[in-house]
């Protein structure tokens, strides 16, 4: 009886939560379209066009009358939302049929020919770096522009990071450009700050005359150049699928918080999930698209539950942030370890022992490759910043080498489709039946 009563309340919450993102029904919608599409011919569209709007009608007409009957209103809302759904992702699949995948920088843009001249000259210099290892130029290429070039040292180095378990880390990503952004939050705080105290007089200005105070603007400012400089760091680092993706949720998180608006973390990830999927479709088979988005919902599901853990482990903890680094770690484990068996049928158990010490060397080897991008830009040779660019990378190097020998660190396994489906049918089970007291932290 309390399992059915329990089974009960699991459905209860779990409608609430369908109701409560909407995205996650355009994207469900969007998926099942996207496979109509691939085996459908187009009469079926134009029917399933027909049927959508007729139901989108019927939802409002009832949605406008609001009928005393609950049900009716709750049946009446479902409809409207998966009729909506369902209308937009067909006429796209049907302009899919008809002109292909939308590309918004097309090969002879002049945005897209800017950033590659410029990314161009940025290699140039780096490569006329004396001071600089070849090593240490392989690592800036990659974590700093997104480019590896074709050649056994690079196909050595991928390789050697794809054994101990950093991968991520090498190829540019939205680990990245969260950095990037959170260094120049960093820089852009104080001068906020500065401004703010500076006009403190002029805070006078009240909310009911529809005005704007200090503090306000130069917190939209604050937010619009963060905006700006994520997506030129998207553009320069050639626009891969994991920046974008973090680019479109930082530019939605960014504006929500300009505007105080309450949305569920969920809402955003599927969000910017759906908006790439509108735009290029042949990403849906693409493990970086998946790998990407997984990662940041497992640490919006996990994280909290594994860090209260260990917590719980250790009752006196010293270093806060070492438990947090642990703990984000092991919850991005969760969802991504059966999807890396899916595609690429290996893992490396070795990002144990080299996810901390190497993440936190990569932290500091990014922003001051930046830093020596702009040095080198402006003609001004720091030789000091290149020797410790130097020894960052020889470091991060050597660990990474010394756990990627370590075979029995490695598995090496097959999954199948429906064991992928099979084992996330299970967390979503586990989730549904988990407690409300351990819901999903907020990221």
């Avoid at 040292?153 to 990503?173: E, K, N, P």
């Avoid at 960093?186 to 001068?191: A, E, G, K, T, V």
């Avoid at 756990?403 to 097959?414: E, G």
Wanted: hydrophobic residues 55%.
């Amino acid at each position: 009886m309390n399992l059915w009563l329990k089974t009960i309340e699991t459905r209860d919450r779990s409608l609430n939560y369908w109701d409560r993102t909407p995205f996650i029904k355009f994207l469900s919608a969007y998926i099942s379209a996207y496979f109509i599409t691939t085996y459908s011919s187009m009469p079926t569209l134009l029917w399933s066009l027909a049927l959508s709007f007729f139901l989108l009608a019927l939802s409002i007409r009832l949605i406008s009358n609001k009928s005393k009957n609950p049900k009716l209103n709750y049946y009446s809302q479902w409809t409207f939302h998966t009729s909506l759904a369902w209308a937009i992702i067909v006429l796209f699949s049907l302009r899919l049929l008809l002109v292909g995948n939308i590309s918004l920088l097309n090969e002879s843009s002049f945005i897209k020919v800017f950033f590659d001249s410029v990314r161009e000259n940025i290699i140039l210099r780096l490569n006329e770096d004396e001071t600089l290892l070849h090593s240490t130029k392989l690592l800036a290429k990659g974590m700093g522009l997104g480019l590896m070039e074709v050649s056994e040292d690079s196909s050595v180095l991928r390789q050697q990071f794809a054994d101990s378990g950093t991968a991520h880390l090498l190829a540019v990503s939205g680990f990245h450009l969260a950095l990037i952004i959170a260094c120049c939050n960093f820089l852009l705080q104080p001068i906020k700050n500065y401004v703010d105290n500076l006009f403190a007089p002029q805070r006078a200005y009240k909310k009911s005359e529809g005005r704007l105070n200090i503090p306000q603007i130069t917190r939209a400012i604050q937010f619009v150049i963060l905006i700006i400089v994520a997506w030129l760091f998207v553009l320069l680092t050639g626009s891969a699928s994991p920046t974008i993706r973090t680019g479109v949720m930082l530019t939605i998180f960014l504006l929500i918080r300009l505007f105080n608006l309450p949305t569920p973390t969920t809402n955003i990830l599927f969000l910017s999930l759906f908006l790439q999927l509108l735009f290029t479709p042949c990403l849906l088979t693409s493990p970086s698209l998946w790998l990407s988005h997984l990662a940041v919902l497992s640490i919006h599901l996990f994280y909290k539950p594994i860090f209260l853990f260990l917590i719980k482990v250790q009752s006196k903890p010293k270093a806060l942030f070492l438990w947090q680094t642990i703990a984000v770690t092991l919850s991005v484990q969760v969802l991504i370890l059966p999807l890396c068996l899916y595609f690429f049928g290996h893992y490396s158990f070795a990002f144990i022992f080299t996810s901390l010490p190497i993440t936190l060397l990569t932290s500091l080897f990014i922003p001051l490759v930046f830093l020596c991008f702009i040095l080198q830009a402006l003609q001004i040779n720091f030789v000091a910043l290149d020797h410790t660019l130097n020894l960052l990378a020889e470091v991060t190097l050597h660990l990474s080498k010394l756990f990627a020998k370590l075979d029995f660190l490695h598995l090496d396994f097959d999954l199948s489709l429906l064991g992928l489906l099979t084992y996330y049918l299970a967390v979503a089970i586990l989730l549904a039946f988990r407690s409300e007291k351990s819901s999903p932290a907020k990221v």
